[in-house]
């Protein structure tokens, strides 16, 4: 297995979605036309994320809690068309943090060459108001977010079966 260094800020790719300075119009993703909107109500002060893709549908929605759990509630990946034409894999997933005094660490898993290896992506990712956005490019199959001593996971899909092996 091969591990990606921590980096100490946010990837360009969600560095910035969750910048509450930012106005409250939709921001596009790095990713296929998607687009995040965030939002904190003003009747109870919990945090929205809405993610929508490139027809306009939602496709994720995550609230904020007063309950300190620490969940990935949504993931999800594809290939997308960058500005040069080629086309790249991606992965996205979203979900809460609890409040304690360590920062989440999102870790998304993947498996390359005719043998199957292990390659993990490690990023700290966006937060706002307990909730947290990650986003990496590459064909990964899996997400796990740690904070502390506490983990969960959430598979993204099957194992990709991208070569047939005669």
């Known amino acids: 297995m091969t591990l990606s260094a921590i980096s100490p800020r946010v990837p360009p790719s969600t560095g910035t979605l969750l ?31 809405e993610i929508s893709d490139d027809s306009g549908e939602l496709i994720g929605l995550i609230t904020s809690t007063s309950l300190p759990i620490l ?7 594809g290939r997308g068309q960058q500005v040069d034409g080629t086309r790249q894999w991606w992965a996205l997933a979203i979900g809460h ?24 992506t490690v990023v700290r990712p966006a937060l706002l108001h307990g909730l947290w956005v990650a ?5 990964h199959t899996a997400v796990t977010c740690s904070q502390g001593p506490h983990h969960h996971i959430r598979r993204l899909a099957p194992v990709p079966r991208l070569h047939v092996h005669g």
């Open 19 to 49: 910048n509450e300075s930012e106005g409250l119009d939709c921001m596009p993703l790095a990713i296929s036309g998607w687009r995040l909107r965030r939002r904190v109500q003003h009747n109870n002060g919990r945090a929205v994320i």
């Open 135 to 139: 986003a990496v490019p590459g064909l």
């Open 71 to 77: 969940s990935v509630d949504a993931a999800w990946r």
């Open 97 to 120: 943090a609890s409040a304690a005094d360590e920062d989440p660490v999102v870790t998304f898993l993947r498996r390359v060459g005719p043998h199957g290896i292990s390659r993990r």
